[in-house]
């Protein structure tokens, strides 16, 4: 007899309340994509998104103010 072990805790984004909307894979990717380009600091990591095609929910361009609320936003 094989026991295979099934860990129970492996579904992807098992915390979320809800589904991952459009706008939020593309700016998990963009983020993604200027970290995988050395944009570490925040100012960086801004910058690196307003080149992106990503908006800030309220339309116009990131600040670091704006992109720490939604982050924040989106870990609530």
């Known amino acids: 007899m ?3 072990y ?3 805790y492996l579904e992807a984004r098992q915390t979320l309340a809800k ?3 459009d706008w939020e894979s593309d700016l998990a990717d963009a983020i993604e ?3 995988s380009k050395g944009n570490w600091e925040l100012e960086e990591l801004v910058a690196a998104l307003n080149r992106s095609r ?3 929910p309220t339309g116009g361009a990131w600040t670091a103010e704006n992109f720490q609320s939604t982050i924040h936003e989106l870990g609530a």
Do not use: G, Y
Request: no cysteine; glycine share 0%; proline share 20%.
């Open 2 to 4: 094989i026991n295979t």
């Open 6 to 8: 099934e860990f129970p």
């Open 19 to 21: 589904p991952v909307t």
């Open 33 to 35: 994509n200027a970290f």
């Open 54 to 56: 990503v908006r800030p």
